[in-house]
């Protein structure tokens, strides 16, 4: 099954920088740039489904493949970030200086919405307290595992798993992909649970389910909801690296906490994780001090 749907386009709206947060990276093996668009692959309420979404002047072009072609060509405005609302953005960015020229620099900047769980949660498990090479080493590991070709003409793209595959999988099988049986058992146990948490209504409910699942924290629910939900005050308390960043733009400090985050974060309430995101996509850092985390390996032994 196929089906098209045209999306008239906001001015100056940012196509690259507003999917190009979706995949985990350019390798990602559930999304992708190619043939001049942008592929998505997931698993819908009605079967799996690619999506392809493609830019034409004002326009962009969104067209779904596979038995759930129906819903993601549905979902297909919040997916290119369309229905994420920045009408009162401008006047909150006006509490900081950087903050209201980073607003204006990416005004076009939108937050997708999804509204695919589990998808995002597998992720954000096997984020939890690595590094990025080894988060993403054990995601397409995990993804290749269970490998199922996602619908439509591109060769290569692949399905996310299937949750109740997941849940029925034993943690040793997963560490070979680098992933130990703490995070193996996270994603197992979420994944046993993910129909209730694709159900879920707001971003309230969805992270009040969240954070009652063992293993599963503000920072991994943030992470989650800020995607699948396009909530844009979302904040990743917990995180390595968020708290200093936000210190050192906005107060000139090198180091902070997820206290003196969230104190400097309060004149941006509503918006406060798409400050967060604006910081990030202009590349501040703060300073470094110390060596950096190893990347670690055990899946051989």
Same mark, same amino acid.
């Given at each position: 099954?196929?089906?098209?749907?045209?999306?008239?386009?906001?001015?100056?709206? %940012?196509?690259?920088?507003?999917?190009?947060?979706?995949?985990?990276?350019? @390798?990602?093996?559930?999304?992708?740039?190619?043939?001049?668009?942008?592929?998505?692959?997931?698993?819908?309420?009605?079967?799996?489904?690619?999506?392809?979404?493609?830019?034409?002047?004002?326009?962009?072009?969104?067209?779904?493949?596979?038995?759930?072609?129906?819903?993601?060509?549905?979902?297909?405005?919040?997916?290119?970030?369309?229905?994420?609302?920045?009408?009162?953005?401008?006047?909150?960015?006006?509490?900081?200086?950087?903050?209201?020229?980073?607003?204006?620099?990416?005004?076009?900047?939108?937050?997708?919405?999804? =509204?695919?769980?589990?998808?995002?949660?597998?992720?954000?498990?096997?984020?939890?307290?690595?590094? =990025?090479?080894?988060?993403?080493?054990?995601?397409?590991?995990?993804?290749?595992?269970?490998?199922?070709?996602?619908?439509?003409?591109?060769? =290569?793209?692949?399905?996310?798993?299937?949750?109740?595959?997941?849940?029925?999988?034993?943690?040793?099988?997963?560490?070979?992909?680098?992933?130990?049986?703490?995070?193996? %058992?996270?994603?197992?146990?979420?994944?046993?649970?993910?129909?209730?948490?694709?159900?879920?209504?707001?971003?309230?409910?969805?992270? =009040?389910?969240?954070?009652?699942?063992?293993?599963?924290?503000?920072?991994?629910?943030?992470?989650?909801?800020?995607?699948?939900?396009?909530?844009?005050?979302?904040?990743?308390?917990?995180?390595?690296?968020?708290?200093?960043?936000?210190?050192?733009?906005?107060?000139?400090?090198?180091?902070?906490?997820?206290?003196?985050?969230?104190?400097?974060?309060?004149?941006?309430?509503?918006?406060?994780?798409?400050?967060?995101?604006?910081?990030?996509?202009?590349?501040?850092?703060?300073?470094?001090?110390?060596?950096?985390?190893?990347?670690?390996?055990?899946?051989? @032994?």
């Amino acid at each position: 099954m196929t089906q098209t749907r045209r999306l008239a386009l906001p001015a100056r709206y %940012d196509f690259a920088g507003t999917v190009g947060a979706l995949p985990m990276s350019r @390798y990602d093996p559930c999304a992708r740039v190619a043939r001049g668009a942008f592929w998505w692959a997931t698993r819908t309420p009605e079967g799996p489904a690619t999506l392809c979404l493609r830019r034409s002047g004002a326009e962009l072009e969104a067209t779904g493949f596979g038995p759930g072609a129906s819903w993601v060509v549905a979902q297909a405005d919040g997916v290119a970030g369309l229905r994420d609302d920045v009408s009162g953005f401008a006047a909150v960015a006006a509490a900081h200086p950087l903050v209201a020229r980073l607003a204006k620099l990416h005004s076009g900047h939108r937050l997708a919405s999804t =509204g695919r769980v589990f998808q995002r949660l597998l992720r954000a498990v096997l984020e939890q307290k690595v590094t =990025g090479k080894e988060a993403y080493r054990g995601y397409a590991a995990t993804v290749r595992h269970f490998r199922e070709p996602a619908p439509g003409p591109l060769d =290569g793209l692949l399905l996310p798993p299937d949750p109740a595959a997941v849940a029925g999988t034993p943690y040793w099988v997963f560490h070979p992909f680098g992933i130990e049986q703490r995070r193996a %058992d996270t994603l197992r146990r979420v994944a046993a649970v993910a129909r209730r948490l694709e159900e879920c209504p707001d971003v309230a409910t969805a992270t =009040g389910r969240l954070v009652s699942i063992t293993g599963i924290g503000p920072w991994t629910a943030a992470e989650v909801v800020r995607t699948a939900y396009g909530d844009p005050d979302a904040v990743s308390v917990g995180d390595y690296h968020i708290p200093n960043m936000v210190a050192w733009a906005l107060a000139g400090e090198p180091r902070g906490d997820d206290a003196r985050m969230l104190d400097l974060l309060a004149p941006f309430a509503g918006h406060r994780g798409r400050v967060c995101t604006l910081l990030e996509r202009a590349g501040i850092g703060a300073p470094r001090f110390g060596p950096r985390m190893p990347i670690r390996s055990f899946a051989a @032994y």
